[in-house]
């Protein structure tokens, strides 16, 4: 029993997570920069011709689609370390709730202490449900995988019949007031440490209602696990003519769908307490779930494809190091961009549009692929990965690399 080792990695797969980090630091800059009540319109805040224009961009290629992939990703991570503990001989129920209830810890302090967008609690109470299905077979999650994409349907149609029937407007969620708005942001840019904590907590508790997507990340995590049973993973120069199919099919389905919802999301106003739940909402709102699917399968195996030609292998291989050191990229995205924004430093909170936020998105992620090949040159694991598998395995793994030879981190397997 023990972490993987180098040797083991997978590379498309860390490549993979390594770009949604980009796509998670591009949805997430607004709300590291405005509150939790209006991340899903920020028109509230902003309504000018570049912003609207650059957060059209966001929500049509990024919004939705890389927060897919990292959930897939965490299914079909799950399925390798179970196939890992296997071939150790090791007792995967032996350490893996420790590695949840660690990640839960994570999320706790990085949802209540730097930023109330956290997704790990959310993944690890999702992860702790994905053990259910650890010796089910492949038809029936493939069944499960069917009945949960249904939910968002059922709900969506429940809401809109309800509105129908009664006459009256019922909120899909909370809808934000311009007063509590403004005092969050008041508080995010001028108050203290002890007032920003307090806020804190307020804006975690609102974000709960986001839970629902444990509903939907369960779907994509099971995903994850048959598409690692099915060894296309492990095989993808087997699966070429596979993989050309779906990049024709959900790449180009995947940006008219996308642009679709997102133009549509645009021509309706702002929602209000008396805002109801029309025919189009209803539309956008499902195509709202299952466009991100459609665009994110088609990113996925386009990246399959270009790394079987060795120059464009060599070029990617980068990100490969972002993605093994996701954990920590993740966390280190929300503390620059908290401290950058906050009182601490700034002030800039609430002042920021989408158009701006994405120079220091750029500048960022664009420091995190440097930085991540460089640490890995020097140290097996990044520092957050490092605690978390001592966390894990009740003992701290060595750090530092002995010897580090060019490009070890690089390994792959099955190509």
């Given at each position: 029993?023990?972490p ?6 997978i590379?498309?797969v860390?490549?993979?997570?390594g770009m949604?980090?980009f796509?998670?630091?591009t949805a997430?800059m ?8 209006v991340y899903?319109e920020?028109r ?10 650059a ?8 919004q939705g689609?890389f927060?897919t ?5 965490f299914?079909l991570?799950?399925?390798i370390q179970m196939t890992?503990?296997?071939e150790r001989?090791?007792r995967?129920?032996?350490?893996y709730?420790?590695r949840?209830?660690a ?10 202490a730097?930023?109330w967008g956290d997704i790990l609690?959310?993944?690890?109470v999702t992860?702790?449900?994905?053990l259910?299905?650890?010796k089910?077979?492949?038809k029936t999650?493939?069944?499960w ?6 939910a968002?349907?059922?709900v969506?149609?429940g809401?809109?019949?309800a509105t129908?029937?009664?006459?009256q ?5 909370p ?9 969050a ?8 440490v ?10 975690w508790k609102?974000s ?6 444990t509903i939907?990340?369960l ?9 690692w049973?099915s060894?296309?993973v492990?095989?993808?120069s087997d699966y070429?003519d ?5 990049c024709r099919v ?17 021509t309706?106003p ?9 025919f189009?909402t209803?539309?956008?709102?499902l195509?709202?779930f ?8 088609g990113y996925a195996s386009?990246l ?5 030609s060795d120059a464009?292998?060599r070029r ?11 954990l920590t ?6 503390v620059?961009?908290t401290?950058f924004?906050?009182s601490?430093?700034?002030?800039l909170?609430g002042?920021?549009g989408p ?9 960022i992620?664009g420091?995190?692929?440097?930085f991540s ?5 020097q140290?097996?694991?990044?520092p957050m990965?490092w605690?978390w ?9 060595a750090f ?5 030879p ?10």
């Amino acid at each position: 029993m023990g972490p993987t080792q180098a040797s083991e990695r997978i590379l498309y797969v860390d490549m993979l997570r390594g770009m949604a980090l980009f796509g998670i630091i591009t949805a997430n800059m607004r709300g590291f920069n405005a509150p939790e009540s209006v991340y899903g319109e920020i028109r509230f805040l902003f309504h000018g011709r570049a912003d609207i224009i650059a957060q059209a961009f966001i929500d049509t290629f990024i919004q939705g689609k890389f927060v897919t992939l990292f959930s897939f990703l965490f299914g079909l991570g799950f399925a390798i370390q179970m196939t890992r503990a296997e071939e150790r001989g090791a007792r995967f129920m032996g350490f893996y709730p420790r590695r949840l209830a660690a990640l839960a810890l994570f999320g706790l302090i990085h949802g209540l202490a730097i930023w109330w967008g956290d997704i790990l609690l959310m993944y690890a109470v999702t992860g702790a449900i994905l053990l259910l299905f650890r010796k089910t077979t492949q038809k029936t999650v493939l069944i499960w995988i069917g009945c949960l994409m249904l939910a968002p349907i059922l709900v969506m149609s429940g809401v809109y019949i309800a509105t129908l029937a009664s006459h009256q407007a019922i909120p899909f969620g909370p809808v934000p007031t311009m007063d509590k708005v403004q005092n969050a942001i008041n508080i995010y840019s001028h108050g203290s440490v002890a007032a920003i904590y307090k806020e804190n907590w307020v804006q975690w508790k609102g974000s709960l209602f986001g839970m629902f997507f444990t509903i939907w990340a369960l779907a994509l995590f099971l995903m994850g696990l048959y598409v690692w049973r099915s060894g296309i993973v492990t095989r993808l120069s087997d699966y070429g003519d596979l993989m050309k199919r779906v990049c024709r099919v959900c790449l180009p389905l995947g940006i008219v769908l996308n642009a679709v919802v997102t133009i549509l999301g645009l021509t309706q106003p702002l929602p209000d307490a008396n805002t109801k739940m029309t025919f189009v909402t209803w539309i956008t709102s499902l195509l709202g779930f299952f466009s991100p699917l459609v665009l994110s399968a088609g990113y996925a195996s386009g990246l399959a494809l270009l790394i079987r030609s060795d120059a464009w292998k060599r070029r990617l291989t980068p990100f490969a190091a972002v993605g093994r050191m996701a954990l920590t990229n993740y966390l280190m995205q929300s503390v620059i961009c908290t401290f950058f924004y906050y009182s601490y430093t700034t002030g800039l909170y609430g002042r920021v549009g989408p158009a701006m936020g994405l120079i220091p998105t750029f500048i960022i992620y664009g420091a995190q692929i440097p930085f991540s090949v460089w640490w890995l040159k020097q140290f097996r694991f990044g520092p957050m990965e490092w605690l978390w598998r001592g966390m894990t395995y009740g003992k701290l793994p060595a750090f530092r690399k002995a010897v580090a030879p060019e490009g070890e981190w690089q390994a792959a397997v099955g190509g």
